[in-house]
């Protein structure tokens, strides 16, 4: 496409403007140039023409045809640029290739200055012919990296021809390519990025309906091995939709890192909370098949001390239900223990009061889950006011003295 795009713009000032016929006011100095001239616009072999055009260069260095000369330069190097992206180019086309690509680039000031713009041409028609050939340039560069196996230098090229043209899914999908080849599992994000955009831009730079439903199912499966899901997914595509590298600090969480921070907020949550920990296991083990049998040897009637909850409700004086896996606004509203008063409390314990208590499982039940527990109502701390007035102390009296 971008060796079209060039061909054609420097198509058209040919033929407009290096026709002898159709340009009377320019003349050659003499017959051997004219000959030199026909044997540049007939030869087809790149090496070839470009060592006609410097014989020009030497022999006719201020001939008429400057413009003309300079435009053929500039294909004649795009055409060996081109080479070494032919299927199977050799050794000697891929050399060849990245040098008249550099010579294009570092030239390109002076085949597209001012002075050499056809007349026939608008200012934006040069501009965009210069555009066309240094986005060629890289892209011939970047196809003899990826020959050579040379990722970053592949790299290096596709992010100048996405910073002229952004929108070019196909340069995006490139870019992801040669990052993951480089296998660094810490810029996987970077190449996941890339997909993304590659498979979601639209307009004229976007790829095919069929290559975007590929790239879609690649990106998938890309994102699942390692990030480990599709969460996540649409937040990539939404921010990779905004530009055409990512931002500074994007990342995307991969499943090693998931599972560490995992790990480690599980082992300071069984620190933080001990008692959480012990009541889920023991829930597991009272749901399970033997969960009968594993409450009559281990827990009933055995006081179960410095179990922490907090109330939800408060059925009677003597009974409160406590929510002992409070985690979470859900498990905050469920009750499974059910504290049986030895005594009745003189207040109403407010839902959501965290207590702490001693107490003796008598029961349970599976479906609901709800364990019973026998409670001196003493041994509740956090029940503030509700609890009543302790009961005053006893003083013994001292024995009367007897009387002598």
Avoid: C
Wanted: hydrophobic share 40%; aromatic share 8%; net charge positive.
């Amino acid at each position: 496409m971008l060796k079209r795009v060039f061909r054609g713009l420097v198509g058209v000032a040919l033929v407009a403007a290096i026709g002898l016929a159709q340009a009377p006011q320019k003349k050659v100095k003499d017959q051997a140039e004219f000959d030199l001239y026909s044997s540049i616009q007939k030869e087809t072999d790149a090496t070839k023409k470009l060592a006609l055009l410097d014989q020009w260069t030497e022999k006719y260095a201020d001939t008429e045809f400057k413009q003309e000369r300079n435009l053929f330069y500039a294909q004649t190097y795009a055409g060996l640029a081109a080479q070494g992206q032919m299927p199977n180019a050799s050794a000697d086309q891929l050399a060849a290739s990245d040098k008249a690509a550099h010579m294009l680039i570092d030239k390109s000031d002076t085949f597209f200055s001012p002075e050499m713009k056809m007349s026939n041409l608008t200012d934006d028609q040069w501009k965009a012919a210069k555009t066309a050939v240094l986005l060629q340039a890289n892209q011939a560069i970047a196809a003899v990296a990826v020959a050579k196996k040379d990722w970053p230098g592949a790299e290096a090229q596709y992010k100048k021809m996405l910073e002229a043209n952004p929108n070019d899914a196909a340069t995006s999908y490139l870019l992801g390519t040669a990052i993951a080849s480089q296998k660094q599992v810490t810029r996987t994000p970077e190449a996941l990025y890339q997909f993304a955009r590659a498979s979601m831009l639209t307009g004229p730079g976007a790829l095919a309906p069929e290559g975007q439903k590929q790239t879609e199912a690649y990106l998938k499966r890309a994102y699942t091995g390692y990030h480990g899901d599709l969460k996540g997914l649409d937040d990539v595509k939404a921010e990779a939709a905004k530009a055409a590298l990512p931002p500074a600090g994007f990342t995307i969480k991969s499943v090693t890192q998931i599972q560490a921070e995992e790990n480690s907020s599980e082992d300071a949550f069984n620190k933080a909370r001990p008692e959480i920990v012990l009541w889920r296991s023991v829930r597991t083990e009272l749901i399970g098949a033997n969960g009968q049998d594993y409450f009559n040897k281990s827990m009933k009637e055995t006081a179960v001390p410095n179990l922490k909850g907090k109330v939800v409700a408060q059925p009677n004086a003597k009974e409160l239900t406590v929510s002992v896996d409070n985690v979470t606004p859900e498990t905050m509203a469920k009750a499974e223990a059910t504290l049986m008063l030895d005594s009745p409390l003189k207040g109403t314990v407010e839902p959501g009061t965290e207590i702490t208590f001693v107490g003796a499982p008598t029961s349970y039940t599976k479906d609901p889950f709800m364990v019973m527990f026998e409670v001196e109502k003493k041994s509740i701390k956090g029940l503030g006011d509700a609890a009543g007035p302790s009961a005053p102390a006893t003083t013994r009296r001292p024995p009367a003295r007897r009387k002598r």
